[in-house]
């Protein structure tokens, strides 16, 4: 099992690696998913998010995640396959494999948590970002 750590680390570039992992048939743990970010400037970002909501209808759905860790497994699970039949139950499989935390878990406390290489916030030339637990804080507070 990989233990990867998602402080400073950009949303989607780590998705793409933990996914391609998750494909291969390997177990990912993400802890500190609230630390990760997302690029571009936090207002655009958070009015993305908002628009999606308000899609929805408020009784039946599609509701769309609030809280980071979900947000996170969202984003992961856009990068697999899951719009086709035949590729429909592989990227299902490999999305069972992912496991989203907030904060460290007792289980993974002595264990050494990795870094993906290439998604490092200062590897990323816009100066601009949200952490996911600051976008989940606006979002709750959209209701």
């Not at 970002?45 to 408020?58: F, N, S, T, W």
Request: charged letters at 35%; hydrophobic letters at 35%.
């Amino acid at each position: 099992m990989k233990i990867i750590d998602a402080s400073g680390m950009v949303a989607g570039r780590m998705a793409n690696k933990v996914a391609k992992m998750a494909l291969e048939g390997e177990q990912v743990a993400i802890i500190n998913c609230e630390k990760a970010v997302i690029s571009g400037k936090p207002e655009m970002i958070l009015r993305k998010y908002k628009v999606r909501e308000g899609r929805a209808q408020p009784f039946k759905g599609p509701r769309r995640r609030r809280m980071p860790d979900r947000l996170l497994k969202s984003i992961i699970r856009g990068m697999l396959p899951h719009w086709r039949w035949s590729e429909q139950s592989r990227g299902r499989l490999a999305l069972s494999r992912v496991k989203c935390y907030l904060g460290t878990p007792d289980e993974f406390k002595d264990k050494k948590a990795e870094q993906v290489k290439g998604a490092e916030v200062s590897g990323i030339k816009i100066q601009y970002y949200i952490t996911l637990e600051e976008l989940s804080k606006l979002l709750k507070g959209h209701e």
